[in-house]
């Protein structure tokens, strides 16, 4: 078995720049960087991610929470950020909120398996959400966004874009409307409805109360 020692001798440095160098850590060259990484590579190292989490007291790997992997959406955001945090020599651990996937979440950042966590379906009544938040993790938020939480939040223009699909009706002569919405504490929907409301009123198009429904999210509820 190929050891840091190994790859140290043929780099011809010492073990310690080995560990810096494999840690990302600072103070190392980019000639000895190099040196060691392609020494690593030749002896076929591979790195003891468990020692090195001990070591330095973090993981390596960020939690990722979605909704229905199988929604077209997911796989797309999926992709996106396996891109990014692989940019950043971080790993991925994906779980689905619609099994036990936000349970074993909370799991993993209470045995330190993971350095923190993305939420990309959090809502106001989130149980897992407070969980992680009362347990000082790491958060951030993608796709929703809870008001009053101290963490990162990313989200989409959804009140505009709503209120110009009303203005689309709109011009192409279309007077009523209906609105199949989602669960309302998700931002997503709340935003959503609010904005196509608001453009239906100025834009002459009427919203009786019988065609706005909770769809849930659900291919069944529309």
């Known amino acids: 078995m190929v050891t840091s020692r190994?790859?140290?001798?043929?780099?011809?440095?010492?073990?310690?720049?080995?560990?810096?160098?494999?840690?990302?850590?600072a103070g190392v060259s980019e000639e000895i960087r190099a040196r060691v990484i392609k020494a690593a590579e030749e002896l076929g190292y591979e790195l003891n991610f468990a020692a090195r989490?001990?070591?330095?007291?973090?993981?390596?790997?960020?939690?990722?929470?979605?909704?229905?992997?199988t929604n077209p959406f997911y796989p797309e955001v999926i992709e996106s950020l396996s891109r990014t945090l692989d940019s950043l020599d971080l790993r991925m651990i994906l779980w689905d909120?619609?099994?036990a996937g936000e349970k074993g979440a909370i799991q993993a950042i209470g045995q330190k398996m993971v350095d923190g966590l993305i939420?990309?379906?959090?809502?106001?009544?989130?149980?897992?959400?407070r969980t992680a938040?009362?347990?000082?993790?790491?958060?951030?938020?993608?796709?929703?966004?809870?008001?009053?939480?101290r963490c990162d939040?990313?989200?989409?223009?959804?009140?505009?874009?709503?209120?110009r699909v009303a203005h689309y009706f709109a011009v192409n002569g279309?007077?009523?409307?209906?609105?199949?919405?989602?669960?309302?504490?998700?931002?997503?929907?709340?935003d959503r409805r609010v904005g196509f409301v608001r453009g239906a009123a100025a834009h002459g198009v009427e919203i009786p109360s019988e065609f706005v429904m909770d769809g849930r999210f659900s291919h069944r509820g529309g």
Do not use: C, W, Y
Request: without cysteine; positive net charge; proline residues 2%.
């Open 97 to 99: 909120s619609q099994g």
């Open 53 to 69: 989490a001990m070591r330095l007291k973090r993981s390596g790997t960020i939690g990722v929470v979605v909704d229905r992997v």
């Open 133 to 149: 938040l009362d347990a000082g993790a790491p958060l951030v938020l993608v796709n929703r966004i809870v008001e009053g939480v």
């Open 174 to 190: 279309r007077v009523r409307a209906g609105l199949i919405t989602g669960s309302p504490d998700a931002s997503t929907a709340h």
């Open 119 to 129: 939420f990309t379906t959090a809502t106001s009544t989130s149980t897992a959400l």
């Open 153 to 163: 939040q990313v989200d989409s223009d959804n009140a505009s874009v709503s209120s």
């Open 6 to 25: 190994d790859v140290a001798s043929a780099a011809g440095v010492s073990q310690a720049t080995v560990s810096r160098t494999l840690s990302g850590a």
